[in-house]
Antibody, heavy 118, light 111 residues
Framework: EVKLVESGGGLVQPGGSLRLSCAASGFTFSNYWMSWVRQAPGKGLEWVANINKDGSASNYVDSVKGRFTTSRDNTQNSLYLQMNSLRAEDTAVYYC???????????WGQGTLVTVSS | VVMTQSPLSLPVTLGQPASISCRSSQSLVYYDGNTYLSWFQQRPGQSPRRLFYKISDRDSGVPDRFSGSGSGTDFTLKISRVEAEDVGVYYCMQGTHWPWTFGQGTKVEIK
């Protein structure tokens, strides 16, 4: 069974940093691109970032470029999202998702809430 | 690429059909000939779940009362007979152009 479990969310002040983690199991992690998607409270879904299978390449939505960095450790079956210079508008549930070959995602974690507020 | 869904709210009587439209601001046909349009369902309090990919390829476990169709820039998700478990928000998503983008979501509720 594919399982994705995010952790690391919480309350952080504007300008602060946070690192999210995603533990993957039930599939060969190193064979898949991975994604981060976020959802602001009561709002829709927004793609944040993708990372390729070996972690050598990643893509970001413009609103987080230069502030967020995604990485992975295939020996630990783990995905990470380092978030710096956080803003109030980054407040959201952050989902880790497995990217499928069909330019989509097929499995989602349960999400972790990040709240940026003073 | 902007994805525009309509309607944004869809009250439906149990057992009746429902239809959600999704339009993209650019063609979603990729250079490889595929069209990377997916549909997701998000039930209240849950993570999204994929229903369809490449317009009409159904995910395992998705009831056949759901169907996906369309081409180019116009796509549709249909539910032939709405059941109580179908309540939630439905999103279309394009994976042809980076950044991947979602529609605003359509909230399906029972009348």
């Amino acid at each position: 069974e594919v399982k994705l479990v995010e952790s690391g969310g919480g309350l952080v002040q504007p300008g602060g940093s946070l690192r999210l983690s995603c533990a993957a199991s039930g599939f060969t992690f190193s064979n898949y691109w991975m994604s981060w998607v976020r959802q602001a409270p009561g709002k829709g879904l927004e793609w944040v970032a993708n990372i390729n299978k070996d972690g050598s390449a990643s893509n970001y939505v413009d609103s987080v470029k230069g502030r967020f960095t995604t990485s992975r450790d295939n020996t630990q079956n783990s995905l990470y999202l380092q978030m710096n210079s956080l803003r109030a508008e980054d407040t959201a549930v952050y989902y880790c998702a497995r990217a499928a070959a069909e330019n989509t995602v097929d499995y989602w974690g349960q999400g972790t809430l990040v709240t940026v507020s003073s | 690429v902007v994805m525009t869904q309509s309607p944004l709210s869809l009250p439906v009587t149990l057992g009746q059909p429902a239809s959600i439209s999704c339009r993209s601001s650019q063609s979603l046909v990729y250079y490889d000939g595929n069209t990377y349009l997916s549909w997701f369902q998000q039930r209240p309090g849950q993570s999204p779940r994929r229903l369809f990919y490449k317009i009409s390829d159904r995910d395992s476990g998705v009831p056949d009362r759901f169907s996906g169709s369309g081409s180019g820039t116009d796509f549709t998700l249909k539910i032939s007979r709405v059941e109580a478990e179908d309540v939630g928000v439905y999103y279309c998503m394009q994976g042809t152009h980076w950044p991947w983008t979602f529609g605003q979501g359509t909230k399906v509720e029972i009348k």
